[in-house]
């Protein structure tokens, strides 16, 4: 998807944004953000875009108020309904084992509606559970639509924005410090999109690339590559919408620190978009974890139901991150990874106890072991983030 | 880290302008790369 971060356009439509925001109130804050985020789609997408982003949000909306009726049979029912009509809208990869090709809709250009659904669902679940106790109607639809976070998150939680929207919370000190630091993240992260990033893409693994073809260099320097050159494209991208909040008065939260230096995968996913993963750990790890200790089969097989936990989280992740089997095999192998790194932990605990493993860890040593094999095992998944499916289904092919 | 380098904050704002001011050369440069957000593909 193109954008032009740097452009004039951009840059001016943030500037407009900004001034908008923190120096207006009540009505005319609402309505003109709103404008403006709208303006902002429309700009992006295209006026079918922009139509099928406002019915998705519209219907999230619908299905929410169903969510919240007393019936547990609604709740479930309305938010399987809008994760299907989000599987239609995406015209997800496998639909075609159901569906004829007529009734599939693989005309539909949209972007950031999988963000858009983790808010949605963020918000029925946790109204439902009173962690938010009302949903502003006035709020809420610039919660779903805010420039800043629409296209590729981060996944700001809902409290967050109202408490930072109502002024509750302060996204930044009122110091001219704090405000150049602003301005400077926003520099800085243009400076890793346009400059290091495209750089490094030079040299990374390219979506139709035979992997087969390649010497173990070639592959190992492509993949690192891409790896690096992912995080600069995201985490810089990030660094933008963050500066923008910050001036604006609504700060979208951190999704990055420093992923290249994680010890062990759970810690990668930790330091790697990292609002997601805090979002798959509250509504997919733990609910997952919990069913499985308090039912009769796992009550007394904890890292058993760990695994499982942490296999389906990682199924939804890659499901999540896009609609072809690539992605798919992505969660899984991360799925796998986890599903080692829990064994690998148990038996190490077993064997050294756990105040000898810490001292390990924690020495340098320990640290670069830890960081080289995490660094390879995630820039290895992220093969399947990258190549195309006929690439995939080649290489699959290839080594079956 | 600024804080570090710099505990003066007079000296640690002229800095900070002085090494925006060099970022904004530097993306003046780039001003017509295009790039590809991998993250907004759906």
Redesign the interface.
Known sequence: ??????SWEFLLFSAFAIILVSSSIGLVRTVGFLGANIAFIFALLGPIGLASTLFFSGLGWGLTRVHLTAFRWAAILSATLLILVFIYM?DYEFLGLFLPDAARLSFLQ?????FLLFRILHVMIDARSDVIDRIDPAVYPNYLLAFTTF???PIQRYQDFRDQWADRTQAIEMT??AH??A??RI??G??K???I??FIFRFALQPNTDVLALSLGEFWLQLVAFYFF?YM??SG?CDVVIGIGSLMGIRPPENFNNPYFAQNIADFWLRQHRSLTLWLTDYVFNPVYKKALSSGSFASLPLAAGIIAAMLTMLVSGLWH??TIGFLIFGLVHGTWLAIYRIWDHVLVARLGKKRLRKVRASWPGRVVGMAITLHAAAFAFLFF?LDTPSVVALLKGLL | MWSTLFPNRSIRMTMKILVAAGLVGVLFVFSATEVDFVYTGF
């Open positions: 998807m193109f954008i032009d971060l740097l995406l949209t972007v950031g509606l999988s296209m590729m998150g001219y410090e150049l630091d301005g400077l520099l800085w243009l400076v999109v346009y400059v990033g495209t992912l494209n995201f991208y896009g609609t990258q």
